[in-house]
């Protein structure tokens, strides 16, 4: 996951990287999450966070276009894992493929093991955020 120097890095956060505050804990680069990740954040805690991030306009609420949005189907289809991706993981893996096609180096914090797999096949960068994340590619 070395950085290109010609391109901007962003981060996609998935509703693990909410759910562990990393919004608020990471600085000097740009932050997109889609809004079903920030409708999936219920806890009184996280939520608390939310609404204190959302003050400081730290995180770019942004959902994919129906394009991406249809592309991140198809390709899961194409993985067989279509079954093992909820909504919010299928906007994620969208809104990353959009950012990245926008010039973006992108790097997706998430959790989702499928998800990981997926990101990976496709050269798209991620970091796990408490756990280890996968092992193989």
């Known amino acids: 996951m070395q950085g290109s120097p010609h391109k901007k890095k962003v981060l996609v ?15 000097g680069i740009e932050l997109y999450a889609p809004i079903t990740v920030i409708e999936e954040v219920k806890d009184f805690e996280s939520l608390h966070r939310l609404h204190l991030t959302e003050a400081i306009e730290r995180v770019r609420i942004e959902n994919p276009t129906n394009t991406f949005a249809s592309k991140a189907v198809e390709i899961a289809k194409s993985y067989g894992v279509l079954e093992k991706l909820s909504k919010t993981d299928l906007d994620v893996l ?9 010039g973006y180096e992108v790097i997706v914090l998430t959790d989702d093991y499928v998800l990981q797999l997926v990101l990976a096949k496709l050269g798209l960068g991620f970091r796990p955020v408490k756990t280890l994340g996968i092992k193989r590619r």
């Open 94 to 102: 969208a809104l990353a493929l959009q950012l990245s096609s926008q």
């Open 13 to 27: 956060l998935d509703t693990a990287a909410f759910l562990a505050a990393v919004q608020l804990l990471m600085y």
